[in-house]
């Protein structure tokens, strides 16, 4: 996405839903992908269910990790604003708080991997945190999940912080061919907490929903 892992930021700073789905788009476009399994784990969740809701035809099917239907007013967003708010726009967050955010998302953790994470967190500029929290917290789709015509597969680890079952249970109600799948003591990293099972399952999910893709 824009502005993390090695990225340049954009100029106007602008790190909305929207310019991350456009993004995709664009990226899809410039490789001419014309149709992918759409794969996204917690703000990229969102980010995906958004990009199959605008572009149907180009979703071969979605699988969301780690969800919500909407990060707009939630509660992991009013508790992170103030702190992010207070970084200086031009400098990363301090590691004490990047350290206690990337830890706080494993169940079950696993050092060389939170390290990395940090380390990936700690690239970002203040600027980049702000703007991208600020757009997803004045998004709100929801109410237009329902037009997702992709099959859509929704893992979640049961032992989430983040996320709840009732917004899992959400998500599968609004989201008309779709299946949850609950992990029993994982955590909201479940994406590297449970990477080999997940990989199975997403395999299952394209063979039985897509049928084999040679």
């Known amino acids: 996405m824009r502005g993390h892992g090695e990225t340049s930021r954009s100029e106007p700073s602008s790190y909305t839903q929207d310019d991350f789905t456009d993004d995709l788009a664009a990226f899809m476009d410039k490789l001419k992908i014309r149709k992918a399994m759409i794969i996204g784990h917690s703000m990229g969740s969102l980010i995906a269910h958004k990009f199959a809701i605008e572009h149907p035809n180009r979703v071969l099917g979605l699988v969301l990790l780690g969800s919500t239907t909407t990060m707009a007013n939630h509660p992991v967003v009013l508790e992170l604003k103030p702190i992010?708010?207070?970084i200086d726009d031009d400098e990363p967050a301090a590691p004490e708080f990047v350290i206690e955010f990337q830890a706080s998302t494993f169940y079950n953790p696993i050092p060389w991997i939170t390290y990395r994470y940090v380390s990936e967190s700690l690239r970002l500029k203040?600027?980049?945190w702000k703007h991208t929290l600020d757009g997803l917290n004045v998004e709100e789709h929801s109410s237009q999940l329902p037009k997702i015509t992709a099959p859509t597969l929704i893992v979640w680890g049961e032992k989430d912080g983040v996320f709840s079952l009732e917004e899992q249970n959400d998500l599968d109600r609004l989201i008309p061919d779709s299946t949850l799948v609950i992990y029993p003591n994982a955590g909201h990293a479940i994406n590297v907490e449970r990477a080999e099972e997940i990989v199975e399952d997403i395999?299952?999910?394209?063979?039985?929903?897509l049928g084999r893709q040679d």
Do not use: L
Request: charged fraction near 40%.
């Open 84 to 86: 992010i708010d207070s």
């Open 126 to 128: 203040g600027i980049v």
């Open 203 to 209: 395999k299952e999910f394209v063979e039985n929903k």
